[in-house]
């Protein structure tokens, strides 16, 4: 059982639709971070967010985290094909340095 | 810009065999990570290393030993390599501390090691 769980694990869509991602845990977290990773390639940063009840946009993508701090939530409005990836959330715990992962969600948008 | 380089990007092994993974990072960092990455298992942390002249075991660091050489480099080592260590191997670098505890991990391309 992975302290964070993403939901769904895979997602294939069609270009224009609108899709939101999960990632649970029953631990709270001092920050969660959103990566995104394309194939051969390491993840990359999107978004960190800190406060419980934030949200962030950042352009298309709409991220929340949850007011108790256990949860998060990416929400992509009108997808692209150019958003098709691996998308992996990642908590931190009490300020300090390792991060958990959670398992990932595999998106595909088709055109 | 190089940022995080892996070496090697390929590498196939035969079990019992040993191996190191180079890691440098270029934007004078102080922390470093090695994950392995599964398929729906995400990135799981083998080992970091806060600062220089430290190491820590992370989530998953059984058959693994790591050394940070100086500030740029950590290096992964399997000292006798089983097919269960087939994974994508990931370096990491960022700099942590109290105060500035969120800046984000740079990622290096992967290493694609297959035990047969």
């Known amino acids: 059982t992975q302290l964070l769980e993403q939901s769904p694990q895979f997602l294939s869509i069609q270009e224009g639709e609108n899709l939101t991602v999960y990632c649970n845990s029953s631990s709270v977290f001092s920050s969660l971070q959103w990566y995104r990773q394309e194939p051969g390639e390491g993840p990359v940063l999107l978004v960190t967010v800190v406060t419980g009840g934030e949200v962030k946009k950042l352009k298309r993508l709409t991220f929340q985290f949850g007011d108790a701090r256990k949860d998060s939530s990416l929400h992509i409005t009108a997808a692209q094909t150019g958003d098709t990836g691996l998308y992996l959330c990642?908590?931190?715990?009490?300020?300090?340095?390792?991060?958990?992962f959670g398992g990932g969600t595999r998106l595909m948008v088709k055109p | 810009n190089a940022g995080v380089t892996q070496t090697p990007k390929f590498q196939v092994l035969k079990t019992g065999q040993s191996m190191t993974l180079q890691c440098a990072q270029d934007m004078n960092h102080n922390s470093m990570y090695w994950y392995r990455q599964d398929p729906g298992m995400g990135l799981r942390l083998i080992y970091y290393s806060a600062s220089e002249g430290t190491t820590d075991k992370g989530e998953v660091p059984n058959g693994y030993n790591v050394s940070r050489l100086n500030k740029r480099e950590f290096s992964l080592r399997l000292e006798s390599a089983a097919p269960s260590q087939t994974s994508v191997y990931f370096c990491?670098?960022?700099?942590?501390?109290?105060?500035?505890?969120?800046?984000?991990?740079?990622f290096g391309d992967g290493t694609r090691l297959s035990i047969l």
């Open positions: 990642a908590g931190r715990r009490n300020a300090g340095n390792m991060l958990t």
């Open positions: 990491a670098s960022s700099f942590w501390d109290r105060v500035y505890s969120n800046q984000p991990q740079h």
